[in-house]
């Protein structure tokens, strides 16, 4: 088990963060889409590129989620964030350029 990073999003900021996010994006579940209650209850705040490729506490990287689809997105790369990766990288590919 990975020890917990110090972070800022605590007490009344995380509150604050979470409710503009809210505002920002709906009050629901960013991947499974499930309606949150009104008073946020079982709201968790992911980092959407995961902290460990961009290490970014603002809230241009977080987004609402359930507790069991952030369980399991964890560390990695949502699947729209990596078909763009791929797509950028695609004509490389595709046009037989050399590595």
Sequence with gaps: MRARRKTWLKGEVRRQVRDYVAERDGRFCHYCRTPFP???TG?????YIPRSVWPMDRPRNLVLACGP???RKQDALPLTFASLLLRLYQPALTTGAAA
């Design 38 to 40: 009104e008073d946020l």
């Design 43 to 47: 709201v968790t705040l992911d980092h």
């Design 69 to 71: 689809c952030n369980a």
